[in-house]
């Protein structure tokens, strides 16, 4: 699905739940204060998808949601509306929530040796997890050798430079 | 006398309205068009407003280059400017009334993070130093910043932007 040309709102909205979120997005955009059924209908989706869509993106601040009395029914439904102004924050937040995580990264991955069997499904060990297991991987008895972490440090320091200077902007 | 001279600058005004309030009545007949169509067809407007920048494009440009209706175009403009994505000002230009698209927003540039695992992970909000998730063991944080510095390097524009080591 193409989204480079598309409102910020319905590409965080894809961004966080993939196609069905980008036609919930989609439908809000089109037709602002619509209920949960409006939009499935709207959108052709079920109505369990949807609810689940609107929750998630309501769980982020995305959305606001208005309840008021449904006239024929007489039951209260929600009423739902995209904040597109929270949607800038929520990037910039997120940009700050990923560059925070890959910091600590680095930090670990510079501070540690890693010592590793070979077998794809057993975990990385540390130096220190390494001795004590005498350089026996305790899942597959295979011996562990030392891990060459050079590339994964350089692609961190590199992302780590990228969103420092996207969040300097 | 005065009046009778008034009328025809009026009459004139008014005759190059008359067609195009027959192309809105007749958006109201049913769209031939899909939704993924017409959405398609709506990021590809608003890429073409946003690429003249600030000057805008005229609406009978962008249906021209676009090998679409005027009716379409209109349509198209109307649903971005319903969205508060573009800006449409009446203009007359060549002695015809059009419409001049300026955008209103430009689309906010993530593809920095668009992959990146943790807007995704349910482990999110354990995840932390302390916590049974942290990114110090996060089996996704590594591969997926290996794999945007080695497509970033494949990139002769980002290439320099990759450290040598």
Not at chain 2, 66 to 76: F, M, P, Q, V, Y
Not at chain 2, 120 to 143: A, D, H, L, R, T
Request: glycine fraction near 6%; proline fraction near 6%; hydrophobic fraction near 35%.
């Amino acid at each position: 699905m193409k989204i480079e040309y598309e409102d910020t709102f319905v590409k965080v909205a894809g961004l966080i739940g993939g196609p069905d979120y980008i036609r919930v997005a989609r439908a809000l955009l089109n037709n602002e204060n619509a209920t949960d059924e409006e939009i499935a209908s709207a959108t052709g989706l079920k109505i369990k998808t949807v609810r689940k869509a609107l929750y998630d993106l309501f769980g982020r601040s995305l959305i606001t949601g208005v309840r008021v009395r449904d006239p024929k029914r007489g039951w209260f439904v929600y009423r739902w509306k995209a904040q597109r102004d929270q949607t800038d924050g929520f990037i910039q937040t997120q940009r700050r929530k990923v560059l925070n995580r890959l910091k600590q990264r680095l930090e670990y991955e510079e501070m540690h040796e890693f010592y590793h069997c070979g077998t794809p499904t057993c975990l990385t060990r540390t130096f220190e997890d390494a001795m004590e297991n005498f350089f026996k991987c305790p899942t597959c008895a295979k011996p562990l050798n030392r891990m060459d972490n050079a590339e994964l440090k350089d692609a961190l320091r590199w992302k780590i430079n990228q969103l420092d200077e996207e969040l300097a902007k | 006398m005065t009046k009778a001279k008034a009328k025809p600058p009026k009459a004139a005004k008014k005759q190059p309205r008359q067609p195009r309030q027959k192309k809105e009545s007749e958006g109201s007949q049913p769209v031939e068009r899909t939704e993924e169509e017409l959405v398609d067809l709506t990021s590809r407007v608003y890429k073409l407003v946003v690429e003249r920048g600030r000057d805008g494009v005229l609406q009978s440009e962008i249906w021209k280059e676009l090998g679409l209706t005027s009716r379409d175009g209109s349509r198209l403009a109307i649903r971005l400017e319903r969205r508060g994505l573009i800006g449409r000002v009446k203009v007359l230009e060549d002695g015809r009334w059009t419409y001049k698209l300026t955008p209103l927003r430009f689309p906010t540039d993530m593809t920095s993070i668009e992959k990146a695992p943790c807007i995704v992970c349910q482990y999110e909000p354990k995840c932390s130093i302390e916590g049974e998730v942290s990114p110090y063991v996060c089996p996704w944080i590594g591969p997926w910043v290996v794999q945007e510095a080695m497509a970033a390097g494949s990139r002769p524009d980002e290439a320099e932007a990759v450290p040598a080591r």
